[in-house]
């Protein structure tokens, strides 16, 4: 064998060596690569855990809240029916009385000399009112059942107005 060939061999050995050398080396590299991407991928994951947890959790709560709203909401609804309902009650009695003439609506009269008004002021000293000595005059039943249902109206529309702000407290809160 000549010094060249023995050279050329010689370097095709170190070249092989080299070549085996950056192999074993990648795959150290890999394994340490694999090592750590395994460890990121556990720390990923548990991260991924506690994020899903704590949305459960905070899930969880919201709901405690709006079903607490709702029981709230709820039981608001039910008392502005019931004054819904008795308020109607009340009014249908007050229609009923008046219809029968066991009540009898009266307006005050103004004591003005000057005035050339005249009412009559209904039935005379057996009459039961709340002001004394004070001129009073009786509505007819058609004008009193029409200032009955005026009322009805304003009274509906107070409930139904207290009912409002009470669910837009509520939902604000």
Same mark, same amino acid.
């Given at each position: 064998m000549t010094p060249a060939m023995k050279l050329a061999g010689f370097a095709a050995l170190i070249l092989l060596l080299m070549a085996g050398a950056a192999g074993v080396t990648w795959q150290v590299q890999d394994w340490r690569m694999g090592k750590k991407l395994?460890?990121?991928a556990g720390? /990923?994951?548990d991260d991924l855990a506690a994020i %899903?947890? %704590?949305a459960a959790a905070q899930a969880q709560a919201e709901q405690g809240k709006r079903l607490a709203l709702e029981q709230q909401l709820a039981g608001q609804d039910q008392q502005h029916s019931k004054e819904l309902f008795d308020a109607q009650r009340n009014q249908?009695?007050?229609r009923d009385q008046l219809a029968t003439a066991d009540v009898r609506l009266s307006v005050l009269l103004a004591e003005d000399p000057a005035s050339s008004c005249n009412v009559p002021? *209904?039935?005379g000293? *057996?009459?039961v009112g709340v002001v /004394?000595?004070?001129r009073r005059a009786q509505l007819d039943p058609a004008h009193a059942q029409r200032i009955v249902a005026i009322t009805d109206d304003g009274d509906n529309a107070i409930i139904a107005l207290r009912a409002c702000q009470a669910y837009v407290r509520a939902i604000t809160r």
């Open positions: 395994a460890e990121q720390l /990923h994951k %899903s947890n %704590s249908a009695r007050l002021t *209904g039935p000293p *057996g009459a /004394h000595a004070a």
